[in-house]
């Protein structure tokens, strides 16, 4: 059975910074692409960031020099650092393995002063 256990996120000021952690389970870690999307309030869900099963990242234009993605195999966990946080920032963030249906519980993250 697959478990992305996603862990991170809160309250944070303007400015600050959070990291997320998404760990899974029941899956060949080191062989899915991995992904971070977040959905505000009405709005879609979108992407945030990606990391290949060869460690070559992608980012939403939004994010680009603020937030990293990173990936550790041995502890089959991937982590979003999110730094210079703006309110826009405030969603709920997903973790995702894959193409497939294999997703995080999501996790809030909220900037505001």
């Known amino acids: 059975q697959v478990h992305l256990v996603q862990s991170g996120g809160g309250l944070v000021q303007p400015g600050g910074s959070l990291r997320l952690s998404c760990a899974a389970s029941?899956?060949?870690?080191?062989?899915?692409?991995m992904y971070w999307y977040r959905q505000a309030p009405g709005k879609q869900r979108e992407l945030v960031a990606l990391i290949t099963t060869t460690g070559s990242t992608n980012y939403a234009d939004f994010v680009k020099g603020r937030f990293t993605i990173s990936r550790d195999n041995a502890k089959n966990t991937v982590y979003l650092q999110m730094n210079s946080l703006k309110s826009d920032d405030t969603a709920v963030y997903y973790c995702r393995a894959g193409q497939g249906g294999y997703w995080g519980q999501g996790t809030q993250v909220t900037v505001s002063s």
């Open positions: 029941g899956i060949f870690f080191s062989t899915y692409t």
